[in-house]
């Protein structure tokens, strides 16, 4: 994979389609209980929110992860800083991030200040007064080892591993645990027995639980 800026065409004039990897950037029943339930849920946030908490993300695509966890975290009343650093290959321009996230009303005002942030060509930088976002442009395998953050909770979002194979190998699940603060954790709505092997052969605990809508199961990971 090489860093360009992502290739989109419309579902139904609302839902994001990646063509370079023909897969959908979120759930097409409802892309925001999607992530509640995968990423929130399954890293068990905001149970875990603390002063410091450090999260990263496989694949930043819509923002809607992001934005997610900035609505929880201070709905939550989480006290001090969040740190979120997100690995994206192929970012998406401002007016399709500006459409995707049209369709999430409830978000609010926190969509509206993450398109203006992205508009003024920002990836790195405060918003919302306690989080510290950074997403790193380019290829999440060459771009991780020389990360040196260590996340509590990790956000594995890349597109599905039958299309996109590389976000998923066994040596870029090593990299993600040599980036996981002890006792951290991961989630992701995949379920694909190559991902789970490759997390547990990279130190994980491992459990397949139930999925979302029509996903009958995803990951959640510990480390050991």
């Given at each position: 994979m ?6 989109i065409?419309?579902?139904?004039d609302?839902?994001?389609?990646s063509?370079?990897f023909?897969?959908p950037?979120?759930?097409?029943e409802n ?5 509640r339930?995968v ?8 149970n875990r929110f ?8 496989l694949?930043f695509g819509t923002g809607?992860n992001?934005l997610?966890?900035v609505q929880?975290?201070i709905?939550?009343?989480s006290?001090?800083r969040?740190t979120?650093?997100?690995f994206?290959?192929f ?8 459409k995707?996230?049209?369709h999430?009303p ?7 200040d993450?398109?203006?942030f992205?508009r ?5 930088g405060?918003?919302?007064?306690s989080?510290n976002?950074?997403?790193i442009?380019?290829d ?6 020389d ?7 990790w956000?594995l979002?890349g ?9 998923w190998g066994?040596?870029?699940?090593a990299?993600?645990?040599r ?6 954790t991961?989630a ?5 027995g190559?991902?789970r092997r490759g997390?547990?052969a990279?130190g994980?605990s491992v ?5 979302f809508?029509?996903k009958?199961?995803?990951t959640?990971?510990r480390l050991?």
């Amino acid at each position: 994979m090489q860093d360009a800026d992502a290739e989109i065409e419309w579902r139904d004039d609302r839902i994001p389609v990646s063509t370079r990897f023909d897969d959908p950037y979120f759930s097409l029943e409802n892309g925001l209980a999607e992530t509640r339930h995968v990423f929130l849920a399954g890293n068990d946030l905001p149970n875990r929110f603390c002063d410091g908490f450090t999260i990263a993300e496989l694949g930043f695509g819509t923002g809607l992860n992001f934005l997610a966890t900035v609505q929880c975290w201070i709905a939550a009343g989480s006290p001090g800083r969040l740190t979120y650093t997100s690995f994206e290959a192929f970012p998406m321009s401002p007016d399709d991030m500006e459409k995707a996230l049209s369709h999430f009303p409830e978000l609010g005002e926190f969509g509206d200040d993450l398109i203006a942030f992205w508009r003024s060509g920002n990836r790195q930088g405060e918003l919302f007064g306690s989080v510290n976002l950074s997403v790193i442009a380019g290829d999440a395998r060459t771009a991780l080892p020389d990360w040196n953050g260590k996340a509590d909770a990790w956000y594995l979002d890349g597109f599905s591993p039958a299309r996109n194979p590389e976000m998923w190998g066994a040596g870029l699940m090593a990299d993600v645990a040599r980036h996981t603060a002890p006792g951290g954790t991961a989630a992701t709505y995949t379920a694909a027995g190559f991902v789970r092997r490759g997390l547990d052969a990279a130190g994980f605990s491992v459990e397949r639980v139930q999925g979302f809508g029509r996903k009958r199961h995803m990951t959640r990971a510990r480390l050991k």
